[in-house]
Nanobody, 127 residues
Framework: QVQLVESGGGLAQPGGSLRLSCAAS????????MAWYRQAPGKQREWLAE???????TVEDSMVGRITISRDNAKNTMYLKMNSLRPEDTARYYC?????????????????????WGQGIQVTVSS
């Protein structure tokens, strides 16, 4: 009953900018942590940034200054703003949500689920 959908990807030129969105849907009560990952073909999935419900942000050192993570708790939506894009940024970008509290079908209970993933969205940086 919890799903994540990324949007906002596509083709960008080197030096350009993109903003990705991750919308969580379902009978959600709260999401403790949301994070962005990316994976290039043949490479391991790498963590980029994380943001908690309280707004605490952690960013991978090499990405500091080039990416901005944010979220709108009321919309259960997370964003990733990327600037100064490089060809090396080409990858599939994934949204992750952890410690998600969601209502039962009856609405009488709240469950906690961990480690939800979106299907990813492609970002290609090329001239």
């Amino acid at each position: 009953q919890v799903q994540l959908v990324e949007s906002g990807g596509g083709l960008a030129q080197p030096g350009g900018s993109l903003r990705l969105s991750c919308a969580a849907s379902g009978r959600i009560f709260s999401i403790n942590s949301m994070a962005w990952y990316r994976q290039a073909p043949g490479k391991q999935r790498e963590w980029l940034a994380e943001i908690t419900a309280g707004g605490f942000i952690t960013v991978e050192d090499s990405m500091v200054g080039r990416i901005t993570i944010s979220r709108d708790n009321a919309k259960n939506t997370m964003y990733l703003k990327m600037n100064s894009l490089r060809p090396e940024d080409t990858a599939r970008y994934y949204c992750n949500a952890d410690q998600v509290k969601y209502y039962s079908d009856s609405g009488d209970y709240v469950y906690t689920g961990n480690n939800y993933w979106g299907q990813g969205i492609q970002v290609t940086v090329s001239s």
